[in-house]
């Protein structure tokens, strides 16, 4: 992790360095409340600045909703364009709609990601996850 720290806090960190620096914070913590999820986000608001993308602004928008709520993540994710066809942007924003207790427009979320996945135990997941929203 010290050698990941000092080369995420160089001026010419790259992509794949910023990454990994995400991905070590990530498999380091115990669990997701453990997570040091600022500093996720200002990773993130690195790796946009090098590697922009709309995937890694949903990424990004993931971080927002754990370190600073899920109504500001939720938030960030509507401001988002290009990703209506990816089916994890409507899983993260059903996530989020489920975290917040607006369970119909979770489901609503969960159906469009529903049509859009293609990956059998992802399917299932999500389907699980449908199914504690679903009225």
């Not at 996720?40 to 709309?54: H, M, Q």
């Not at 994890?88 to 489920?98: F, I, S, V, W």
């Amino acid at each position: 992790m010290v050698m990941l720290d000092r080369a995420t806090r160089a001026e010419n960190a790259g992509e794949y360095t910023i990454q990994a620096a995400i991905a070590a914070l990530h498999a380091s913590a115990l669990s997701a409340e453990d997570t040091d999820w600022d500093r996720i986000l200002g990773l993130y608001d690195e790796l946009l600045k090098v590697a922009p993308s709309p995937v890694v602004e949903l990424n990004r928008a993931v971080a927002v909703a754990f370190a600073r709520g899920w109504a500001e993540g939720l938030a960030v994710t509507e401001a988002l364009d290009g990703l209506g066809d990816y089916y994890l942007y409507h899983a993260a924003r059903a996530d989020l709609y489920r975290r917040l207790g607006r369970n119909a427009e979770s489901a609503q979320a969960y159906d469009r990601a529903l049509e859009l996945v293609t990956n059998p135990v992802e399917r299932a997941f999500l389907d699980r996850r449908h199914a504690q929203v679903a009225g």
